[in-house]
């Protein structure tokens, strides 16, 4: 177990031994939110400092039929949020006779999440699914529940390699005139040169990509491989 | 805050097919505050030799008079212009001189020279602020956007692009990155060097 041993040197200077409960297990997860459908996708890398503690950790988890929560950051804190949010989507199931909507869980999240305001989740997720009107639906969410309702996020460590390519090919904010609805094939293609992409520059990202598209008709999966270096 | 961090920059460089570009935004700041939509941050010290600048801008200009100055005295001596991978040598022992109290920059340089057996090949190479030197065949990138720049240049670069082709996607891959960075931005100037000319273009950019 953890000693914290306070260490008196010469000269008065007092030393300390920090004992921090958070730690960052790096990886990357973003989705996109189209008109019927919602790509959502993480890499499967875990790491503690420099090294790899596993490579195929999942950091996609399927709430209900029609959402995804993704999430990067602490992986134990990933694991108790997900634990909590399933307990709560289990009893409004069964004290309102009917599945919980994306956006529902959205605010039950941020509640959940700004609950832990002075101890925080060390998560920085993502939930994706389909809105009352089949419409895809994304909401970026902060380590405390700030959340809003957004074309595409993504988070973690390579957060900001990506976003840019996001806002270049599926917003088009440098290039209006070139401004077009993306389908969703073209939204996983687009979705898989950004993870390697990451994974080229970006430490912590890699081994592999979870993707799910999520539409009417459900939830399918696909499995990417990434360099392992 | 890092005193890398004091004024803000964004500098790319881009090879493509006997071409070379080079890109940066425009933004003079101190800390949050923006004083200027108009620096050049990118210089030529012969027409097939681009040097761009980043980091703290003090140390930016002095860093860009001692490089001309060097520059002339060589091309005195020498009677020829200096060589894109020669310079950056000049480069990085400049700023090695300077060891323990460095000029807080990161050059980036880029140009075409001629090797043994082919003409005009694409040079690139940028250097840390005490002089190591990084050489690739692709792109680098430096300043306080190099996540961003780092993300778009390894999604949307292809080998050997044609010179508009090269423009394009330096462009777009400058502009998306310093729209997601509050030190950079406040427009973006490219130059495109080829054998026969250097292009250079003022881009229209969000300005904040």
């Known amino acids: 177990m953890m000693n914290l041993q306070i260490k008196t040197a010469p000269a008065g200077h007092i030393k300390e031994a920090r004992f921090s409960p958070y730690e960052n297990n790096g990886g990357t997860v973003l989705a996109v939110a189209g008109k019927d459908y919602c790509v959502v996708a993480g890499d499967t890398r875990m790491s503690e400092g420099y090294s790899i503690l596993s490579r195929d950790v999942a950091k996609l988890y399927q709430l209900n039929n029609t959402s995804i929560l993704a999430s990067s950051g602490m992986h134990a804190d990933m694991v108790t949020l997900r634990k909590s949010l399933d307990y709560k989507i289990e009893q409004y199931r069964h004290r309102h006779h009917k ?3 994306t956006p529902a869980i959205a605010q039950m999240l941020s509640n959940t999440l700004y609950f832990k305001r002075f101890f925080p989740y060390y998560t920085f997720n993502v939930l994706a699914g389909l809105d009352e009107n089949g419409a895809g639906v994304v909401y970026g969410y902060d380590a405390i529940g700030s959340f809003e309702s957004i074309p595409y996020c993504v988070t973690g460590t ?4 990506i976003t840019s390519v996001l806002d270049n090919q599926v ?3 440098t290039q209006m005139k070139n401004k077009a609805e993306l389908s969703f094939d073209e939204v996983v293609d687009l979705v898989k040169d950004c993870m390697t992409a990451a994974g080229e520059r970006d430490i912590f990202t890699g081994d592999s990509v979870d993707i799910a598209v999520i539409t009417k008709d459900g939830i399918k999966y696909e ?5 392992k270096d | 805050m890092s005193i890398m961090e004091y004024n803000g920059s964004a500098v790319v460089a881009m090879t493509g097919k006997n071409c070379v570009a080079i890109a940066s935004d425009m933004r003079y700041g101190i800390r949050m505050q923006t004083l200027a939509a108009d620096m ?3 210089f030529k010290m012969h027409d097939q030799l681009f040097v761009g600048i980043s980091g703290l801008a003090t140390d930016m200009q002095t860093v860009e008079q001692k490089l001309r100055f060097r520059t002339k005295l060589y091309e005195l001596r020498e009677e020829r212009n200096i060589k894109p991978s020669v310079f950056a040598n000049m480069v990085s022992s400049m700023l090695y001189e300077r060891r323990f109290g460095p000029y807080f920059i990161e050059p980036v340089i880029c140009g075409l020279e001629d090797k043994k057996d082919q003409k005009n090949v694409p040079f690139i190479c940028t250097t840390d602020l ?3 030197q990084c050489f690739t065949n692709d792109f680098l990138v430096a300043g306080t956007t190099t996540d961003q720049l780092y993300g778009v240049c390894e999604a949307m670069y292809k080998p050997d692009m044609e010179p508009e082709d090269l423009f394009e996607t330096i462009s777009q891959c400058l502009l ?3 729209d997601r960075d509050c030190l950079s931005g406040w427009g973006a100037i490219v130059h495109v060097i080829t054998p026969d000319q ?4 003022e881009l229209k950019s969000r300005q904040d």
């Open chain 1, 99 to 101: 599945e919980m909507m």
């Open chain 1, 223 to 227: 499995k990417f491989a990434l360099k």
């Open chain 2, 130 to 132: 005490i002089g190591a």
């Open chain 2, 176 to 178: 998306a990155a310093v």
């Open chain 1, 171 to 173: 917003a088009f904010k």
């Open chain 2, 40 to 42: 050049r941050k990118i």
């Open chain 1, 158 to 161: 390579g957060s900001s390699l």
């Open chain 2, 198 to 201: 250097v292009i250079t273009r």
